[in-house]
C-alpha cells in the first residue's frame, strides 16, 4: 500500500510538471544519475563503429590492391605473348624475303660472344654450307656476318663491329643508299652516297648490292642525321634493330 501511494503520488507530481513544460524533481534526478553513462556508451560505440568501419574499409582495399596486382601481372604476360609474336612475324618475314630472293636457311644456335670483338660463335660451319660475308638474322633483322668457318662453327661479327660494312637503303617514297657500319657498341653510322631525304624515326634496310645479303633485310632506325664538315659527307646515327642478347636461335642465309 505504502508503495502504490508513493507511485500514485509520482505519477500526480510528473503530470504536473509536464503540463508546466518542466521536468519534475524525480525523472531530473534519475537523468542526472544515468545521463554521464549513457554518454560514454554512446562514445565508446561510435568509436568502436568507427574502428569497424576502418578495418572493413582497409580489408576492401587489400582485396582491390590484390586485384590490379593481379591485372598487372596478366598484362605483362599478355605484352610478353605480344612481342614473342611480334618477333616472330620479324623473323618469318625476313626468311620470306630471303627465301625470295634465292636463299635458303640454316638455323643455329650462338654458342660464344665475344663483347669486346663484336664476335658471336655459331653452331654451323663448312659441313652445312657456310661461307664467309653470309648474313646471320634473328627476329628483329639483321644481327650480323659470318668471318671466319671451322667444319662444325663458324665466327661471325656483329654489325656493330667497326670492321663490318655493307650496303643499306632507306625506307621512304624516294630511298637512298649508303654504307652501313658499326659505330659504337649500341649505334651504326651509314654514309650516304646519294642525295635525297633522310630524317629521324625512318627504317634502313640492306641494299641488296651483294651476292650474298639479300635486299630488305632490317637494320637499324635512323636516330640524326648530319654533315661530316671536313669530308663533306652526310651520315646518319642508326639504332640497330637486332640485339644479340634478344635471343640465342638464329638463322644463317646461304
Known sequence: MILLGVGATLGVIQNQARRAGRLDAATALVQ???AGPAAAVRQAAKANGARWRAVWDSAMLDAELDRLYAVERASAAYLDRIHYYEAEVRRLETLSSAMGSGHSTV?????GLNPYAHRITLTV???DGIEPGMPVVNGEG???LVETVGAGQCQALLLTSA???FGGITVSARPVAGLVRGYTPGRLLIELLQEGEVTPGQEVVTSGYSATIPRGLVV???LEVSTDPSLGVRQAILLPSARVGNSLEVEVLR
Open 125 to 127: 660451319g663448312s659441313r
Open 142 to 144: 639483321l644481327l650480323a
Open 220 to 222: 637499324g632506325t635512323v
Open 163 to 165: 670492321a663490318s660494312k
Open 107 to 111: 638455323r643455329a644456335r650462338i654458342a
Open 32 to 34: 542526472g544519475v544515468f
